[in-house]
C-alpha cells in the first residue's frame, strides 16, 4: 500500500543537488572580506576542481545552474559556448565547476538562476534606529563571534583539499550557522510594532525566494536532475524551499564529494 506521502505526490519529483561555494574571486559583496586568498589556477588546485568535477559527475545533472541573473543569459551562453571551443575559463566557480562539467556531460549551456532582493518599501535603517533608540549594543554581540568563524574558514580552505572544504561547507551544521548570522544582532533592533531589524533582513530571504522561484522555471521535467552551484549563504532557505516543495527531491552534497 502506498503512504500518504506516496499518495499526496502522485508523480516523480526533479532531484536537486545544491552545492554551496566559497567565491574562487571575491566580488567584495558580501559583509566578511576574505583575506586569504586561493589561487584557483595553480597545478594542485586545478587537480583538486578537477576532482570536485568528476565525482559531481556521478549525480549525472541534466541541468547546470550559476549565480548569474537572467538577464545575462545571452552573455554566459556566448562564454560558455566560447569555453566549448577552446577558450580559457575564468577564475569564477561558476567557471571552474558550472562551464567544465556542463562540457564533460555535454550540456549545451549552463542557466542563470540568481536574482537580486527587492524592498516592498524603502529599505529600514536598524543601526540608526538602534542608535536613535538606546539599542547599539545589539549591533556587535554575535558579530565579532561570526566574524571570527569566517575568518577561520577563511584560512582552512587554504589548508584543505577543495573538495574538503566544500564538504564541510554543506555540512548542515555549517550550512545552518551560516544562516544564523542573519538572525542576530541587528535583526533584533525594534521595539513594540517596529521592526527595522527583521524587515531589512527581509530583503535577504525575498532574494532566496526568486531564486528558488527561477529554479522553477528552468525546470521542465520531473525526471530532471539539476545542480546549483552558488554561494554558501544562499543555501539554508534554498533547502527549505526544495525540502517543502512536492516538486523536487533534495539530493544531499556529501555523497558525492565525502570520502
Request: hydrophobic residues 35%; aromatic residues 10%; charged residues 30%.
Amino acid at each position: 500500500m502506498a503512504s500518504d506521502a506516496e499518495s499526496f505526490l502522485g508523480r516523480p519529483q526533479a532531484k536537486v543537488l545544491l552545492l554551496g561555494a566559497f567565491h574562487f574571486k571575491d566580488a567584495g559583496r558580501d559583509a566578511y572580506q576574505p583575506q586569504h586568498k586561493l589561487d584557483i589556477f595553480s597545478q594542485e588546485r586545478q587537480r583538486e576542481v578537477e576532482e570536485v568535477v568528476e565525482r559531481l559527475s556521478r549525480f549525472d545533472p541534466t541541468k547546470i545552474a550559476i549565480e548569474e541573473v537572467p538577464s545575462k543569459q545571452g552573455l554566459v551562453d556566448d562564454s560558455y559556448r566560447a569555453y566549448v571551443r577552446g577558450a580559457a575559463l575564468g577564475p569564477w566557480e561558476s567557471h571552474q565547476i558550472g562551464y567544465r562539467l556542463a562540457r564533460r556531460l555535454d550540456h549545451p549551456r549552463v542557466w542563470c538562476v540568481n536574482a537580486w532582493d527587492r524592498h516592498y518599501e524603502a529599505p529600514s535603517a536598524p543601526e540608526e534606529y538602534a542608535r536613535k533608540h538606546g539599542q547599539e549594543r545589539l549591533l556587535a554581540e554575535w558579530t565579532p563571534r561570526f566574524t571570527a568563524w569566517y575568518a577561520h574558514g577563511d584560512q582552512r580552505k587554504t589548508e584543505r583539499t577543495l573538495r574538503e572544504t566544500l564538504l564541510t561547507m554543506n555540512a548542515e551544521e555549517s550550512l545552518l550557522r551560516n544562516h544564523g548570522s542573519y538572525l542576530v544582532d541587528r535583526f533584533k533592533v525594534g521595539d513594540g510594532d517596529e521592526y527595522p531589524g527583521a524587515d531589512r533582513i527581509t530583503a535577504w530571504f525575498n532574494r532566496n525566494l526568486r531564486i528558488f522561484a527561477n529554479l522553477q522555471r528552468i525546470t521542465e521535467h520531473s525526471d530532471e536532475r539539476i545542480l546549483l552551484v552558488m554561494g554558501a549563504g544562499h543555501m539554508p532557505i534554498l533547502r527549505h524551499c526544495v525540502q517543502a516543495s512536492p516538486e523536487y527531491e533534495l539530493a544531499e552534497v556529501a555523497p558525492y564529494l565525502g570520502p
